[in-house]
């Protein structure tokens, strides 16, 4: 099997040492950037299996690059996982808004970013998997399709562009219609963990996958104080 391949962005020489050695000693493959400008050259050559992201970055910061990731169709799937201070828990919450699939506060012990980076790791392959498993499954409702197997996404025939953590909210939905998954549940089903509660960052995938869908609140219905469905009933 071939190594994971991962890229750190961290400009403290020390950190980023530190862990591209402690994960080339781990069985990964790991490549460290001080900056925007060096990963963005090196994603721009080969796209690495996941991205370590620290936040506070000189000139451009984390943030910014995780939305750009975010936004480019070869990358808009790619797993990340940000790297904060450990007493910023807004950062925390804005990196999952943009699509982060897991944080680690500083400081952190090798041992549990390695059981992170793993977690992870393996979330995106179940994920591959389930897709694989249900590769001819294919949802429509009203004017929307959406083919597992191709991992694809049309409203009235034209493809839309969704990011990984958009497709697989949008799939649950899909797939219990007529039933109402609360916050939680998505935050577990989509997020892969329990995120303390923290509610905004499932409102927000919400609204982005609304507006990429032309969806006015008719198709993913809000349960107030529970969570959303899409009603089984409106789609006949």
Known sequence: MDKLSIYVVEDD??????????????????????????????????????????????????????????????????????????????????????????????????????????????????????????????????????????HIVTVDEKEVALTRKEFQLLSDLLRNQGRVLTRDQIMEQVWGFDYGGETRTVDIHINTLRKKIGDDGRVIQTIRGVGYKIDREAGR
Request: no cysteine.
């Open 13 to 150: 020489e020390s950190i980023r040492t530190m862990v591209v050695y402690a994960l080339n000693g781990s069985g990964f493959e790991a490549q460290g950037f001080p900056d925007n400008r060096a990963f963005f050259a090196a994603m721009d050559k080969v796209l690495p299996d996941m991205v370590l992201l620290d936040i506070m970055l000189p000139g451009e910061d984390g943030l910014s690059i995780l939305k750009k990731l975010r936004t480019e169709p070869r990358t808009a799937q790619l797993p990340v996982i940000m790297l904060t201070a450990k007493s910023a828990e807004i950062d925390k919450v804005r990196g999952l808004d943009l699509g982060a699939d897991d944080y680690v506060s500083k400081p952190f012990g090798i041992l549990e970013l390695l059981s992170r980076i793993r977690a992870v790791a393996r979330r995106t392959v179940e994920s591959s998997r389930k897709v694989s498993e249900k590769e001819d499954e294919v949802y429509e409702y009203r004017n929307i399709r959406l083919d597992e197997g191709s």
